[in-house]
């Protein structure tokens, strides 16, 4: 439970019509037969009678009925809908996911090619919750798109007794609800991240995405067809599918929308949200509490908009990978606004106010970051296709482009002359790469397309 109270439990398909939602899907009154409380009233405290967004959300939800949104084996409320151990006149009383419930009923109504995809996606399923296993006694099947309940064990000849789903639906039963009361609803809705700190909701939220391989990839992408983050915030589809895909990838649930999305965009503690979560993909914790902070807010902007391109660079080896370097850049930026100091002082007196020897990448990236979002990602994806471009063996051996004149060519380069002198000077004692590495990239450009023509002539 969010309180992280430990309950019994069960996953259970059941026929459709046997759940009984708070609010008929249709008319969206309170179900006959529903729990009321001592004053005759619903216990579900969403009002779905007079709450209209309420209403369209369900009715939306079903005409994009996602079915793996509510197939799932998450132990949060926020997925597979949970019905009370105790049923009433036969129903199963859903206490949890009561939209989610309506608007798969709504969907079988009037989008049958929905629903169809949610029972296929449940037959793909039945092994992943153990229906299907042949050690048991009883077990479930798929024949020909309808599931079938087979309780022998045997396969659908020799089962006389098989049932044939009508309407599958599956949901999760909670054997220790205690009460019929608006009280023990509001337990599942309750957020997880009440009382902690900001940034240990952040961390909490990123390390849920990183451990998703599909949304750490599929929510960076969803921006990066915009030229900076604003643009993004403007296009209203586009926040729409970030929303849902946030509930689907689990990093927010229903409850919670209000506070961050209301009518069709994100409110200002949604962009907070969104923006802290993508940076928590490649910063640490250290970093993310630096950008927190006002005055580093626009690095982390930089960071967000070119989230795509810095987790590609994060399956890079050796020094292409500049994760580290661009934590540490963050961590720099944030020391330097602490000092009060514009950076031509900083650097030339950072010594007195810092403890740490920084790379000079750190802060070559640091400067980049200054130099706004476009140019920040532009960057930093150009380093990373001359790396991936020059790994391996090469067409022209003696012309590899190594990681150190790529970040020269497309970093360094890429800052003022001014700036790119004192950071050199602070890092003297670094080797740096010689002669010009970008003359040498296109040199390479060069001769690799005059030799595939050549290729292509003989």
């Given amino acids: 439970m969010p309180n992280g109270e430990k309950r019994r439990g069960q996953f259970v398909i059941v026929e459709l019509d046997d759940v009984l939602a708070s609010h008929n899907e249709l008319t969206f009154s309170s179900s006959p037969g529903y729990p009321v409380n001592d004053r005759g009233q619903n216990i579900n405290d969403r009002n779905y009678s007079d709450d209209k967004v309420a209403q369209e959300r369900v009715r939306e939800n079903a005409r994009n009925l996602d079915p793996y949104r509510i197939i799932t084996t998450s132990r949060t409320p926020s997925g597979t809908p949970i019905a009370a151990g105790q049923q009433i006149d036969g129903k199963w009383i859903i206490v949890s996911g009561n939209n989610r419930t309506m608007s798969t009923k709504v969907a079988s109504r009037m989008y049958p090619e929905n629903y169809r995809a949610y029972v296929d996606a449940l037959c793909e399923e039945l092994e992943s919750f153990g229906f299907s296993r042949t050690d048991k006694h009883e077990r479930m099947a798929c024949q020909n798109g309808t599931l079938v309940y087979l309780p022998t064990g045997d396969d659908f000849r020799i089962n006389n007794d098989a049932y044939y789903f009508r309407q599958p639906f599956l949901i999760r039963i909670d054997y220790d609800f205690p009460a019929f009361q ?22 909490e939220r990123s390390n849920s995405l990183r451990e998703n391989p599909l949304c750490k990839t599929r929510i960076p992408a969803m921006i990066d067809e915009y030229e900076r983050m604003s643009d993004f915030y403007a296009d209203r ?31 200002s503690s949604g962009k907070e949200l969104v923006e802290s979560v993508l940076a928590g993909v490649v910063l640490e914790k250290e970093a993310l509490k630096a950008a927190e902070r006002d005055g580093i807010k626009q690095a982390r902007r930089v960071i967000v908009y070119a989230m795509p391109v810095l987790v590609s660079n994060s399956t890079l080896g050796g020094s292409a990978n500049l994760i580290t370097h661009i934590n540490n850049a963050i961590l720099y930026l944030n020391e330097m606004k602490s000092s009060g100091l514009p950076f031509d002082q900083y650097i030339n007196q950072g010594a007195l106010f810092s403890e740490k020897e920084w790379h000079p990448w ?69 080797t740096k790469p010689k002669g010009s590495a970008k003359s040498k990239i296109l040199l390479a450009k060069a001769k690799k397309k005059k030799k595939l023509k050549l290729l292509q002539l003989a």
């Fill in 362 to 430: 750190a802060i070559y990236l640091s400067r980049l970051m200054s130099q706004g979002q476009r140019k920040f990602k532009q960057a930093i994806k150009a380093f990373n296709e001359s790396v991936k471009r020059n790994t391996g063996a090469a067409l022209f051996s003696d012309q590899n482009v190594t990681p150190d004149e790529a970040f020269q060519a497309y970093v360094i380069d890429q800052i003022p002359a001014d700036e790119a002198r004192l950071v050199q000077a602070y890092g003297s004692g670094e």
């Fill in 237 to 267: 589809i586009a926040q729409k599918k970030m929303l849902e895909a946030l509930l689907q990838c689990n990093i927010i649930t229903e409850q919670s929308i209000p506070e961050y999305f209301d009518d069709g965009y994100f409110t």
């Fill in 182 to 203: 608006t009280q023990e609803l509001a337990k599942y809705n309750q957020s997880t991240m009440k009382g902690k700190r900001a940034v240990d909701k952040t961390i």
